[in-house]
Every structure is written in structure tokens, then in C-alpha cells.
């Protein structure tokens, strides 16, 4: 199966106009040409004029990437698709035991998953591609912490070996009693790098480990239900885990997710989790 995979970056200076365009629609959805043109220089800084925005776009649009809706832009759905049946081909075959480093170094860059689910059990099978001989960083940043909420569950019990294994920066945007159940739970791991109420971040959901930089870019209307049964649970007794977990964790709404290889901006990005501390 052939596909012209795009890469999303997080950092402007090296990327081409159309990594950068495919990023912010990846993010954001729907934006007019303008709001494009505008974000390429305040967030990328990338010195792109109008019109060469407008000439991207078109081309971005032949290569059936991107569809035009009234004045606003989106990543075509079928594009999308097309990444979510290679991403399942790739996850289904007899190696689907891969760690997802090995996957990474097989060129796969861009994933699609289905659900919160799907982007969790992917995202921890970065159990196997760490080391047990040494305990090297591994960075979170995320809208809430439910994890450990799940240990119970199949997959999930992978985060357990992965505390003992390694040595846990997370930084959390929110700040319920949920997020500082998890807290708790990570430090009876001797992991004491956990903070909530992080607002200041500015970035989407990001994993950085190694040279390695994980961004799953959650729609909105799923984060929105994810904070609404965050914030009306207060205490983990009130907890229904089956509940929560096929209510909002197994609902189907489709979430890309992109892995760059970038030193650089990975030394950067851990510098920056590591001032929090």
C-alpha cells in the first residue's frame, strides 16, 4: 500500500510549508487561508507570503491531503482514513509485538487511532523499547492523568513496569481530585516528578523520550468530555472505571497521532519539563 505520508512537526525552522500547514489543520481542524498564513509566522515562524500559502494549499488539495469547505480548510477525511487502515494493516501483522521505537525505524511517522484507547495501548508498548539496566527519562505532558485509573485493565498494567523502569517527568493540565489520585499513586512508585495545574505549557499532548518526540492531537469535543467527568467525580470512591473507560475511552472519534526524531528539539523540550522541577 502506497501512501504520501506528511509529517506534522513541532518546530517551524526546518519544515516545509506543507508540514506546517498539515500541523495546524491536525490541531486546530478548520482554518481560513488567512488564519493559515497568519499561525505559519507567529507559530512556526516560517517566512511564507500569502500567496505562496495559497499555492501550498492548492497543491495540498490536489494531492487529495486537504479539502476546501466554504472559506475554511481540513485534512480530508479519506487522507485520514487512508492512515488509520495502513496504521491497523501495520498493527495487525504477525510483528505487531514491535516496540514502538522498532516501528518508528521502520519510517512510520504519522499513525490514526480510532479512540483514547487505541493511543494508549500504543503509547505504552514504549515499555519494551526501555531499558531495565537503567532509568532513563521519560517526559509527559498531558490534559489529565488516568493511567493508573486503568491499572486493572489489560494493557494498562504495562505502566507499572514502566515506573519502576524508568524516571517520570509528567506534567498535567488539570487539576482535579482525579489527576491528584494519580499523583499519588505514581509517587508510591518513588516517582516524585508529577505536577497538575500546568496551564502554561503551550503545547499539544506531547511524550519526549530519547531523541523521540510522541504528539496525539485529541479533538475538542473529546477533550471536553474527558474534563467533564474529571470534574464531576470527586473522590476516587465515586469512581466508575468500566464506565468511564467505555463511555469516553472507547468512544470512536478518530485521533491522529505523528512521532518525530529531532535531538534538538527533544533536549529543548526536556529542559523545559526539567524547570518545572
Not at 504520501?4 to 482554518?31: F, M, R
Not at 499555492?55 to 482514513?81: A, D, H, S, V
Request: net charge positive.
Amino acid at each position: 500500500m502506497t501512501l504520501n505520508l506528511v509529517l506534522p512537526v513541532l518546530n517551524g525552522e526546518k519544515a516545509s510549508s506543507k508540514d506546517v500547514i498539515i500541523s495546524l489543520l491536525a490541531y486546530e481542524q478548520k482554518l481560513s487561508a488567512k488564519q493559515i498564513h497568519a499561525r505559519t509566522k507567529r507559530k512556526y515562524a516560517l517566512n511564507i507570503s500569502y500567496q505562496a500559502v495559497h499555492k501550498t494549499l492548492n497543491e495540498l488539495m490536489e494531492k487529495g491531503i486537504i479539502e476546501k469547505k466554504g472559506k475554511e480548510y481540513e485534512l480530508n477525511l479519506n487522507w485520514i482514513n487512508s492512515l488509520k487502515k495502513f496504521t491497523e494493516q501495520l498493527l495487525s501483522k504477525e510483528d505487531n509485538n514491535l516496540t514502538v521505537l522498532e516501528v518508528i525505524n521502520k519510517d512510520i511517522s504519522n499513525f490514526y487511532f480510532e479512540d483514547l484507547a487505541a493511543v494508549d495501548r500504543f503509547l505504552l508498548s514504549t515499555r519494551e523499547a526501555i531499558s531495565t539496566e537503567e532509568k532513563k527519562p521519560l517526559y509527559f505532558y498531558w490534559f489529565h492523568s488516568w493511567i493508573p485509573l486503568f491499572f486493572s485493565k489489560e494493557g494498562y498494567s504495562k505502566m507499572k513496569t514502566l515506573a519502576e523502569n524508568t524516571l517520570l517527568y509528567v506534567l498535567i493540565k488539570g487539576d482535579t481530585s482525579l489527576d491528584k489520585w494519580c499523583g499519588q499513586i505514581l509517587r508510591k512508585f518513588n516517582q516524585k516528578n508529577f505536577k497538575t495545574n500546568i496551564t502554561d505549557f503551550n503545547m499539544p499532548e506531547v511524550i519526549v523520550y530519547e531523541d523521540y518526540i510522541f504528539q496525539v492531537f485529541y479533538p475538542k469535543n473529546i477533550i471536553d468530555e474527558v474534563n467533564k467527568e474529571f470534574k464531576k467525580i470527586k473522590k476516587i470512591e465515586d469512581l466508575d472505571v468500566e464506565g468511564l473507560f467505555t463511555k469516553v475511552f472507547e468512544r470512536k472519534v478518530g485521533i491522529p497521532l505523528t512521532v518525530t526524531k529531532n535531538p534538538e528539539i527533544a533536549k529543548q523540550l526536556k529542559e523545559k519539563f526539567e524547570a518545572y522541577f
